[in-house]
Protein backbone atom coordinates (compact mmCIF):
# COMPACT_ATOMS: atom_id res chain seq x y z
CA UNK A 1 0.00 0.00 0.00
CA UNK A 2 1.02 3.51 -0.84
CA UNK A 3 2.08 5.42 2.35
CA UNK A 4 2.78 8.97 0.56
CA UNK A 5 0.67 11.92 2.26
CA UNK A 6 -1.07 12.10 -0.82
CA UNK A 7 -2.43 8.47 -0.71
CA UNK A 8 -3.20 9.32 3.23
CA UNK A 9 -5.48 12.38 2.51
CA UNK A 10 -7.35 10.63 -0.17
CA UNK A 11 -5.62 10.82 -3.72
CA UNK A 12 -6.40 12.99 -6.56
CA UNK A 13 -10.01 13.21 -5.60
CA UNK A 14 -9.11 14.71 -1.65
CA UNK A 15 -6.42 17.02 -3.40
CA UNK A 16 -8.87 18.20 -6.04
CA UNK A 17 -11.37 18.80 -3.10
CA UNK A 18 -9.13 20.79 -0.96
CA UNK A 19 -8.05 23.19 -4.34
CA UNK A 20 -11.81 23.48 -5.26
CA UNK A 21 -12.11 24.72 -1.23
CA UNK A 22 -8.88 26.49 -1.20
CA UNK A 23 -9.90 28.86 -4.02
CA UNK A 24 -13.70 29.08 -2.69
CA UNK A 25 -12.53 30.52 0.16
CA UNK A 26 -9.61 32.92 -0.98
CA UNK A 27 -11.98 34.48 -3.67
CA UNK A 28 -14.60 35.08 -1.21
CA UNK A 29 -11.81 36.91 1.16
CA UNK A 30 -11.46 40.46 0.28
CA UNK A 31 -7.76 40.59 1.21
CA UNK A 32 -6.71 38.07 -1.06
CA UNK A 33 -9.44 38.50 -4.03
CA UNK A 34 -7.88 40.79 -6.20
CA UNK A 35 -4.46 38.57 -6.69
CA UNK A 36 -6.41 36.97 -8.79
CA UNK A 37 -8.50 39.32 -11.09
CA UNK A 38 -8.05 38.48 -14.62
CA UNK A 39 -6.60 35.04 -14.03
CA UNK A 40 -7.65 31.67 -15.82
CA UNK A 41 -8.78 30.33 -12.30
CA UNK A 42 -9.61 26.60 -14.39
CA UNK A 43 -6.08 26.60 -15.14
CA UNK A 44 -4.70 28.03 -11.50
CA UNK A 45 -6.57 25.58 -10.28
CA UNK A 46 -5.08 22.66 -12.30
CA UNK A 47 -1.44 23.68 -11.87
CA UNK A 48 -2.22 23.96 -7.58
CA UNK A 49 -3.51 20.38 -7.88
CA UNK A 50 -0.44 18.89 -9.54
CA UNK A 51 1.37 20.80 -7.24
CA UNK A 52 -0.15 20.18 -4.00
CA UNK A 53 -0.34 16.46 -5.52
CA UNK A 54 3.63 16.35 -5.73
CA UNK A 55 4.10 18.58 -2.77
CA UNK A 56 2.30 15.65 -0.77
CA UNK A 57 4.66 12.61 -2.55
CA UNK A 58 1.88 11.55 -5.54
CA UNK A 59 2.49 12.13 -9.12
CA UNK A 60 5.17 14.97 -10.11
CA UNK A 61 3.36 16.51 -13.07
CA UNK A 62 3.34 19.56 -12.02
CA UNK A 63 4.46 21.73 -15.46
CA UNK A 64 3.65 24.98 -14.62
CA UNK A 65 6.43 27.93 -13.51
CA UNK A 66 8.61 28.05 -10.67
CA UNK A 67 6.84 29.50 -7.78
CA UNK A 68 8.96 32.89 -8.11
CA UNK A 69 8.38 33.18 -11.43
CA UNK A 70 4.89 32.97 -11.44
CA UNK A 71 4.31 35.15 -8.28
CA UNK A 72 6.79 37.73 -9.38
CA UNK A 73 4.93 41.26 -9.27
CA UNK A 74 1.93 40.41 -7.49
CA UNK A 75 3.20 42.26 -4.81
CA UNK A 76 2.22 39.18 -2.23
CA UNK A 77 2.51 40.19 1.14
CA UNK A 78 3.67 38.09 3.89
CA UNK A 79 0.24 38.51 5.91
CA UNK A 80 -1.39 37.09 2.88
CA UNK A 81 0.55 34.63 2.00
CA UNK A 82 0.34 33.41 5.57
CA UNK A 83 -3.60 33.24 5.81
CA UNK A 84 -3.60 31.33 2.23
CA UNK A 85 -1.61 28.93 3.89
CA UNK A 86 -3.77 28.69 6.98
CA UNK A 87 -6.73 28.56 5.00
CA UNK A 88 -4.70 25.48 3.47
CA UNK A 89 -4.06 23.89 6.42
CA UNK A 90 -7.20 24.36 7.72
CA UNK A 91 -8.83 22.59 4.74
CA UNK A 92 -6.57 19.68 4.74
CA UNK A 93 -7.05 19.66 8.24
CA UNK A 94 -10.66 19.27 7.79
CA UNK A 95 -10.66 16.68 5.22
CA UNK A 96 -8.99 14.37 7.51
CA UNK A 97 -5.41 15.06 6.90
CA UNK A 98 -3.29 14.11 10.16
CA UNK A 99 -0.52 15.71 11.81
CA UNK A 100 2.31 14.33 9.85
CA UNK A 101 0.93 15.73 6.88
CA UNK A 102 -0.07 19.03 7.88
CA UNK A 103 3.22 19.17 9.43
CA UNK A 104 5.00 18.99 6.28
CA UNK A 105 2.68 21.08 4.25
CA UNK A 106 3.68 23.76 6.91
CA UNK A 107 7.25 22.66 6.46
CA UNK A 108 6.69 23.52 2.64
CA UNK A 109 4.91 26.46 2.60
CA UNK A 110 7.73 28.28 5.11
CA UNK A 111 10.35 27.06 2.31
CA UNK A 112 8.52 28.61 -0.56
CA UNK A 113 7.47 31.95 1.59
CA UNK A 114 10.78 33.52 0.28
CA UNK A 115 9.78 32.57 -3.15
CA UNK A 116 5.95 34.22 -3.01
CA UNK A 117 6.07 37.11 -0.94
CA UNK A 118 7.82 40.25 -2.31
Known sequence: MDGSFYARVGGQTAVTAAVDALYRVVLADERLSDYFQGLDLGRLKGHMVALLSQVLGGPAEYTGRDLRGAHLGLGVVPAHYDL???????????????????????????????????
Open 84 to 118: VGAYLLGILAGLGADDDVLAAVRGVLRESAADVVE
